[in-house]
């Protein structure tokens, strides 16, 4: 049973993990258009120079809603 069905199935959520995880990597897409591939990923602002120094030649943009 993965950790993810754990949680689902005894209901039981610690904050501080489920913090955690929204505070890293949250979400990576990938798509294919002809021989383009784009990748895309957000993170929290506290770990954009980690990204930056793993990734030197990467495009940020900010999204605010």
């Known amino acids: 049973m993965t950790f993810q069905n754990e949680v689902l199935k005894s209901g039981a959520v610690v904050k501080f993990e489920f ?3 929204k505070r890293s990597l949250i979400c990576e897409l990938m798509e ?3 021989t383009n591939y784009a990748l895309a990923i957000a993170v929290h602002p506290s770990k954009v ?3 930056r120094a ?3 030649n990467i ?3 900010t999204f605010r809603h």
């Open 32 to 34: 294919r258009e002809e």
């Open 49 to 51: 120079p980690e990204i």
């Open 19 to 21: 913090e955690a995880a």
């Open 59 to 61: 495009e940020e943009a």
């Open 54 to 56: 793993a990734f030197p």
